[in-house]
């Protein structure tokens, strides 16, 4: 079993359209959590950082939930230029800068 | 906008012959990632440094593989002799460390490594 494990999709969705993804860690010591976005045949960027109390930037909404160890990523008004892989990311814990990546999620935005 | 530079973009060879991969971070960052990301195994961690300290390199194949920063400005990472299962996209990302906060890692554009 995967430390980081997500639903690798695809979410066909059309524009304007509302998708959530969810991610599971197993490490229940992992502290910090990212999701990064992937798009084809290019290189992984930073998305948003996940903070307990939950964080928004614009139309991303991210939710961690560490009881459960699920973290979720909210999408409002689909926009074409949406479409990617979503990763999941988690870094185990402070003395380390290594981070645990998701097979990630593809979301694919139709007109 | 400063970015992590890697080199080659792509590199087609046969099976056996020796290959280099080399990384600049971002000037500043004091961490340096190799990851390598196949459509079965997605992103894994290869090698990483800090302050030009190898930390961790567990996840990278010890027989073939190397890993090195022979200063601040260039990482690189060589596989010698490859074989075809090497094939992949192999990225550099740098950052920089400090504890207890988030860590975000800049990724360069990768090396499309085809080995025949």
């Known amino acids: 079993r995967k430390e980081v494990e997500q639903d690798p999709g695809p979410f066909n969705v059309p524009e304007g359209a509302t998708v959530a993804f969810n991610c599971t860690y197993s490490?229940?010591?992992?502290?910090?959590f990212f999701w990064y976005r992937q798009d084809c045949r290019k290189e992984p960027k930073l998305l948003m950082s996940?903070?307990?109390s939950g964080n928004e930037d614009g139309r991303f909404t991210a939710q961690l939930n560490r009881a459960s160890q699920y973290i979720s990523l909210l999408i409002r008004d689909s926009k074409l230029s949406d479409s990617a892989t979503y990763l999941c990311?988690?870094?185990?814990?402070?003395?380390?800068?290594?981070?645990?990546f998701g097979t990630g999620t593809r979301l694919q935005v139709f007109p | 906008d400063a970015r992590v530079t890697q080199t080659p973009r792509h590199k087609v060879t046969e099976m056996g012959q020796e290959v280099t991969m080399r990384c600049q971070p971002i000037?500043?960052?004091?961490?340096v990632f190799w990851y390598r990301q196949t459509m079965m195994q997605g992103l894994e961690l290869l090698a990483y440094?800090?302050?030009?300290?190898?930390?961790?390199d567990s996840g990278m194949p010890k027989d073939r593989f190397s890993a090195e920063m022979p200063d601040a400005t260039l990482a690189t990472l060589k596989i010698q002799p490859s074989e075809p299962r090497d094939s992949a996209v192999y990225f550099c990302?740098?950052?920089?460390?400090?504890?207890?906060?988030?860590?975000?890692?800049?990724f360069g554009d990768g090396t499309r490594l085809s080995i025949l």
């Open positions: 990302a740098s950052g920089l460390a400090y504890r207890g906060k988030d860590q975000p890692q800049h």
């Open positions: 490490n229940s010591a992992s502290q910090s």
């Open positions: 000037l500043g960052h004091n961490t």
């Open positions: 996940v903070y307990s």
């Open positions: 440094f800090r302050n030009r300290a190898p930390l961790d």
């Open positions: 990311v988690v870094i185990r814990s402070y003395n380390t800068d290594k981070l645990i």
